[in-house]
C-alpha cells in the first residue's frame, strides 16, 4: 500500500541504524562521568595526638617546629611571627635544609577553622610530610 | 545548484529526537544527583591549594561538622556525647586504616574542630584527613599530589 509511493528499498533509504542519538546520550555521560570523578575528595592529612601519651611533652626534642596561629591573623613559626602574605616564603627558608618534614599546628582559641587550614596548606607547599595537631588545651591549665 | 535535490521527501525540519534524548538523560541525571548532594549535611569545607587527593571509598568515614557546629556522622545528624562511642565502634583496634574524613565549616572555630578532633582520637583514629577544595586555577606544589591526579587511572 503505502510502498508504492516510496519505490521500496531502492531509492536513497538506508536500512543502516542510525547511530547518532545513542552518541549523543553516550558523549552526554562520558562528559557527567568526567566531571564527577574529579570531585574525589581532597585533603590535608593530619596526624592526631596520641590520647594516652606514655612520656610527658616535656622532654621533647627542642628542634620540633611548631607553626602557631595567631588571633588576628598572623602566624608564628616556634618564636617568629610572620605574617599571611609571608608565610609561605618562611616556611620554605626554614623546611629546605630540614632533613625531617614535620610540622606541629596549635591554633589560637579565637581563629577560625579556614586560617589553621590555611597554615597546613602552605606548610605543605614548602615541603613538610607529616603535619601533626597539638591536643586541645585541658580545662584549667 | 544544489536546489534541485529540495524537491523530494527530503524534509527540512531538524530532526530533534536527539536532543530530546539528551536533555532526557540530563534531566534524570540531575533528578538522581540533586537531592543526594543536598542530603541533610551542608558546609563549605575551607579552600587550599596543596592538597592531597583521596579516591572516595565505601568504606571512608566522613565526619561533617556545619556552620552551627553540629556534628554530622557519615550524613546523619549525631551529638557530640555520641561522637567519641560512635568512632570507638567503628575505629576498632583490628581495622587496618584509621583515617577519619573531617569536613567542617571554613568560619569554624578552630577550637570546635580541635574538639571533634580530641574526641575522634580517643576513639581511635589515628589520621584526620582535613577535607578542603582546590582553589580554582592552582596546582599542588608538591610533586606526588601532582603525580596521583594524572596517573590515577594507572
Redesign the interface.
Known amino acids: 500500500m503505502g510502498m508504492s509511493s516510496?519505490g521500496g528499498a531502492g531509492g536513497g533509504h538506508s536500512n543502516e541504524i542510525n547511530v547518532?542519538?545513542m552518541i549523543?546520550?553516550l558523549l552526554?555521560?562520558l562528559i557527567?562521568f568526567m566531571m564527577i570523578i574529579p570531585?574525589?575528595?581532597?585533603?590535608?592529612?593530619?596526624?592526631?595526638?596520641?590520647?594516652n601519651p606514655q612520656v610527658q611533652s616535656a622532654n621533647d626534642p627542642s628542634n620540633q617546629i611548631v607553626l602557631s596561629?595567631l588571633a588576628d591573623g598572623k602566624y608564628k613559626i616556634n618564636a617568629d611571627e610572620v605574617d599571611r602574605a609571608g608565610l609561605a616564603e618562611k616556611l620554605h627558608s626554614v623546611y629546605d635544609q630540614r632533613p625531617d618534614k614535620i610540622i606541629f599546628v596549635k591554633?589560637?582559641?579565637?581563629?577560625?577553622?579556614?586560617?589553621?587550614?590555611?597554615g597546613?596548606?602552605?606548610a605543605?607547599?614548602a615541603?613538610v610530610k607529616v603535619i601533626g595537631?597539638t591536643?586541645?588545651p585541658k580545662d584549667g591549665q | 545548484m544544489g536546489m534541485a535535490a529540495s524537491q523530494g521527501s527530503v524534509s527540512s525540519n531538524p530532526n530533534v529526537t536527539p536532543m530530546i534524548d539528551v536533555m532526557l538523560v540530563l534531566l534524570i541525571i540531575f533528578m538522581i544527583t540533586i537531592p543526594q548532594l543536598n542530603a541533610g549535611f551542608q558546609a563549605t569545607p575551607p579552600q587550599g591549594q596543596n592538597l592531597k587527593p583521596h579516591p572516595e571509598e565505601d568504606s571512608d568515614q566522613v565526619l561533617g561538622i556545619d556552620a552551627d557546629g553540629n556534628y554530622w556522622f557519615n550524613k546523619a545528624l549525631i551529638r557530640q556525647e555520641d561522637l567519641e562511642q560512635l568512632t570507638k565502634n567503628i575505629f576498632t583496634p583490628d581495622r587496618e586504616d584509621k583515617i577519619l574524613y573531617v569536613k567542617a565549616h571554613k568560619d569554624l572555630s578552630y577550637d570546635k574542630v580541635l574538639k571533634a578532633l580530641d574526641l575522634v582520637a580517643k576513639g581511635g583514629v589515628s589520621v584526620a584527613a582535613l577535607i578542603s577544595e582546590q582553589t580554582p586555577g592552582t596546582e599542588s606544589l608538591v610533586e606526588s599530589d601532582r603525580l596521583f591526579e594524572s596517573g590515577g587511572g594507572n
Open positions: 516510496e547518532t542519538p549523543d546520550v552526554v555521560l557527567i570531585l574525589s575528595r581532597k585533603t590535608i592529612d593530619t596526624q592526631l595526638p596520641d590520647p596561629v591554633g589560637d582559641s579565637t581563629v577560625t577553622y579556614g586560617d589553621v587550614v590555611f597546613m596548606d602552605q605543605r607547599g615541603g595537631i591536643p586541645a
